[in-house]
């Protein structure tokens, strides 16, 4: 069981940077992918961001170049370093892990709103 809390969630003006954080709880943290995923009012949850134990990252078309992730092994910690925010990055942002096999248990956070709006 992996318990998943995300926090950093603001508004945030157009143009503005933001930092997502989330804190895992499991002794084996770097056995899981961790990813960011973000869902806005009426849509699809969608990945935004994802990275390995060993810090190979994976990112949506639409943040790359904006968004970065990380991980602080030692901390059991994801981030997700938010710059050149757009009207349309506005959603709930999920932190979530996994295993790195078929069928593996994927374990979600309670999610921090993001809302980018002048």
């Known amino acids: 069981q992996v318990q998943l809390v995300e926090s950093g969630g603001a508004l945030v003006q157009p143009g503005g940077s933001l930092r997502l954080s989330c804190a895992a709880s499991?002794?084996?943290?770097?056995?899981?992918?961790m990813g960011w995923y973000r869902q806005a009012p009426g849509k699809q949850r969608e990945l935004v961001a994802s990275i390995t134990g060993g810090g190979n990252t994976n990112y949506a078309d639409s943040v790359k170049g904006r968004f970065t992730i990380s991980r602080d092994n030692a901390k059991k910690m994801v981030y997700l370093e938010m710059n050149m925010l757009k009207p349309e990055d506005t959603a709930v942002y999920y932190c979530?892990?996994?295993?790195?096999?078929?069928?593996?248990?994927?374990?979600w956070g309670q999610g921090t709103q993001v809302t980018v709006s002048s």
């Open positions: 979530d892990a996994r295993e790195a096999f078929i069928g593996a248990q994927i374990y």
């Open positions: 499991t002794s084996t943290f770097t056995l899981y992918l």
